[in-house]
T-cell receptor, first 115, second 116 residues
């Protein structure tokens, strides 16, 4: 059974710092990996999607990398802003069987960017 | 609409009552998912529809939970004899299928259920 772990559970940084959020998964047979942002009391907003054949994806100040063989992904946020404060969730979709349509989520990293 | 729409956004009910939660996916998205998120946890899979049929309902916790998607678009999650432990945010997501689909899921804002 796929398990996804996100470290750290919470992170507080001053505005302007670059930061890295970590995600690890136990089964490397994945179809893709998706990073989401969740604001308090809100749904999930998709940030970046990395297919299993890709190494990284970039969108603005965000860069996500994927090392499938080692079961790891990182989300890099450059020049953090108070508006980046949210919970960031990592999710993987399996490549076969039941996991081929289920997303397995980590518990998230709660980010606070201090002005 | 442009995104996944879920209603109601908030539902407060008493233990033992029946509840229906509705999801209107992005137009043209064949795949529809229900997830449940408890406080401080990541979302957990409940059920997956491919068109009108439930391709996988292995995440439904027990037979009090049921979901339908009769015309392959709008879906309703139904919870009978609600219990306090059912309190959570119920999230719906949709995704296009087909050879060009990336497998990306698009989530709604969720329905927050509170069982008193």
């Amino acid at each position: 059974k796929q398990e996804v772990t996100q470290i750290p559970a919470a992170l507080s940084v001053p505005e302007g710092e670059n930061l890295v959020l970590n995600c690890s998964f136990t089964d490397s047979a994945i179809y893709n990996l998706q990073w989401f942002r969740q604001d308090p009391g809100k749904g999930l907003t998709s940030l970046l999607l990395i297919q299993s054949s890709q190494r990284e994806q970039t969108s603005g100040r965000l860069n996500a990398s994927l090392d499938k063989s080692s079961g790891r992904s990182t989300l890099y946020i450059a020049a953090s802003q108070p508006g980046d404060s949210a919970t960031y969730l990592c999710a993987v979709k399996g490549s076969s069987g039941a996991g081929s349509y289920q997303l397995t989520f980590g518990k998230g990293t709660k980010l606070s960017v201090i002005p | 609409g442009a995104g996944v729409s879920q209603t109601p956004s908030n539902k407060v009910t008493e233990k033992g009552k029946y509840v229906e939660l509705r999801c209107d996916p992005i137009s043209g998205h064949t795949a529809l998912y229900w997830y449940r998120q408890s406080l401080g946890q990541g979302p957990e899979f409940l059920i997956y529809f491919q068109g009108t049929g439930a391709a996988d309902d292995s995440g439904l916790p027990n037979d009090r939970f049921f979901a339908v998607r009769p015309e392959g678009s709008v879906s309703t999650l139904k919870i009978q004899r609600t219990e306090r432990g059912d309190s959570a945010v119920y999230l719906c997501a949709s995704s296009p299928l087909g050879s060009r689909a990336t497998g990306e899921l698009f989530f709604g804002e969720g329905s927050r259920l509170t069982v008193l």
